[in-house]
């Protein structure tokens, strides 16, 4: 049996990095996507077969008898997408109370590790087709949930944010309350977003990581500042729901120097996000945990120049509207 | 009878445009200054002469009787220095009871209209030049409160901060509160600064009007900023004391952030702040209005990379350690 699905990336259009600290933040599905299958093994081993991922493809066989298996190679972000192969396959076996052999194979239209949310696609991906071999289609909410789980056992910190959207797709509007609070918000979905790439140089747990040691040392400056990202995801729901890209746009550029004071923003990421105003953008902003990886601009009619200038500055532009799918199951074959 | 004085400019460490809002603000006098020397004429006009001023020298005469003088030339920012001179001779007149016809002679060591203070500089060392040769030493408090009223009447909205820095010297702690706050620091007045510059694309007047629009429009956002950039000037203050230079740093990387938020910086500004971190700086952020003008970088003992990452991105850098040294009055020729 072989089991395979796909799942948008997405990117954060604001409050990253603020929802880690209670604020609101809204993300939204992108019109990449991965894809995931699996295929069920007649012994109880796991074989991760990884492509398109922007590194060499790769193999890797670990079983449920060796699960301190680690991996020494090159292939740094690869190895990091096995993580989450294996903790959501860990994830959903707890949940289902039966554990499978499985052959993963991945699929990505979209550059791994870059803050597009590929680590969330994939344990959203991998949980629901792992769940169908198992003879589980199950919600939605539930696979949200437990592809969270997986972020959290390989993080230690993360929101609930990338997996959300990765499995419902548009645009939602997310608050970290208890039970967290996911609103689907009614916008148009072709929103004309260039994202501008760059080689990531940090990884998101040292980011996070950064950001709540820098709000640890100066409370009283860093509080204020989350507030205000807060706000502005508030401000940038109404003009949303309203297709204010003028404002959406100054509030995109007031978004991003504040992550820039956060620590999180690179030369690079600058260098794109400037680039992209000069071009014509009406905003635009690093998007993500930062330190590298990826910037959005709200570009409309102007995505050849906006594209142009970020490739000038050494960025790989890619034209992505938002996207209202969310997990889709491709094909089930017996 | 010829007075001539000298006057230093000065870099704004931390708070700018907060203070407009009534949060604090820390500023430094540096060591490169600016020279006024007042010459008494036998008529009552008053004729300007400004050298040195990285522009072409100009000489504009008017009197008294034509107060409505507008002068239509290249000379941009020169012009900009005459409307200083101006008002600062009206204002001490009117002070003092006494016109005099007078020729001033301007000089600087720094750029003009580059967010070094030249036209406190100029505002404070007209006054204090033309007071001398009225038969007047004014004291430095009276000096001060006149050159602001020159900059108030100049610009419509201006801070006490440039003028009293200029006058004073040192490293100054500012507070807008009724009557303005002002409190010199004991400090080290040889912080390793250096300085880039680049072109101006922006007016002062503009970027406070643009800031006092966008606090309008986004109160919710931009209050928390304005209050954060406040609390940084606090903790400055008590690292400045302690000569704490890696905190200095990390809290000039987030107010360099917010100052971006407030769309007061540029990408030839990022360009540098970006580059001096990446050649060692400890911090970096712009300085003063924004729009183009300075950056300043703290970088112990990386003086020369971080100077030739700033001249790599098309800046150009000098050296400016701070300077305890504020009005100095070089000589009085009968």
């Known amino acids: 049996m072989r089991a395979t699905v796909s799942v948008p990336g997405k990117v954060s259009l604001f ?85 499978l052999g499985v052959n993963i194979t991945i699929r990505s239209e979209m550059p791994v590790g870059a803050g597009l949310g590929t680590s969330a696609a994939v344990s959203v991906g991998t949980v629901a087709a792992y769940s169908i071999l198992a003879g589980h289609q199950l919600p939605l909410g539930e696979i949200a949930s437990l592809a969270h789980k997986t972020e959290l056992r390989v993080q230690n910190i993360a929101s609930p944010m990338d997996t959300s959207v990765a499995t419902y797709g548009g645009v939602l509007y997310i608050r970290p309350t208890s039970p967290t609070h996911i609103e689907r918000l009614q916008v148009a979905c072709e929103l004309p977003f260039v994202i501008g790439y760059v080689e990531r140089e940090s990884r998101t747990s040292e980011l ?82 930062g330190g590298g990886g990826c910037m959005i601009a709200l570009c409309p009619g102007k995505e050849l120049e906006v594209s142009t200038a970020i490739k000038v500055v050494g960025g790989c532009p890619f034209r992505a509207p938002l996207s209202c799918e969310g997990l889709r199951v491709e094909s089930v074959e017996k």
Request: no cysteine.
């Open 15 to 99: 409050g990253e990095h603020a929802i880690v600290f209670g604020e609101p933040a809204l993300v939204a599905a992108i019109g990449k996507r991965l894809t995931i299958s699996a295929e069920e093994r007649s012994d109880r081993a796991v074989r991760i077969n990884a492509m398109d991922l922007h590194v060499p493809g790769v193999i890797l066989t670990f079983t449920e008898d060796s699960p301190e298996l680690t991996v020494e190679t090159d292939y740094g972000h690869m190895v990091g997408a096995v993580g989450y192969v294996r903790e959501a396959i860990e994830a959903a076996s707890e949940h289902l109370g039966s554990r």
């Open 208 to 289: 996070v990581k950064k950001v709540r040691d820098l709000r640890e040392s100066y409370a009283e400056i860093i509080s204020p500042i989350l507030q205000s990202i807060g706000r502005i995801t508030e401000r940038a729901k109404a003009a949303l729901a309203e297709e204010d890209l003028p404002t959406l746009g100054r509030l995109m550029n007031i978004n991003h120097g504040l992550l820039d004071s956060l620590g999180v923003s690179t030369k690079a990421l600058n260098d794109m996000v400037y680039s992209a105003r000069f071009a014509g953008a009406v905003g635009s902003k690093m998007t993500g945990a």
